[in-house]
């Protein structure tokens, strides 16, 4: 479970490592915790306009030390499966 602060603390840290602007938007539990409906989440889900931006938050993330998964081992395969 994540908390809204230690979520603004990792988008903070992921910007600091950001060479531009890109845009995001959080959905999801996460947008239901900046909303103030819920305190915390599971996962943190974004949704980005460009594969470009997409890609430039997972560099800024692996940067930090987060790693991918392999979204079968969460989700099971599926035809609409999530980066993660």
């Known amino acids: ?8 603390n990792l ?3 992921i910007g600091k490592k950001l060479k531009g602007k890109i845009i995001a938007y959080a959905i999801g ?3 239901m ?3 103030g409906f819920k305190e915390n ?3 943190i889900d974004i949704v980005f306009t ?11 993330a692996k940067s930090l030390g987060y790693m ?10 599926k035809d609409n499966s999530p980066e993660m």
């Open 1 to 8: 479970m994540i908390e809204i602060k230690e979520q603004e």
């Open 11 to 13: 988008f903070i840290q």
């Open 29 to 31: 539990g996460t947008a």
């Open 33 to 35: 915790m900046f909303h």
């Open 41 to 43: 989440t599971l996962d």
């Open 50 to 60: 460009t594969i470009e931006d997409r890609m430039k938050f997972k560099e800024a």
């Open 68 to 77: 991918e998964m392999d979204p079968v081992k969460v989700y099971g395969k």
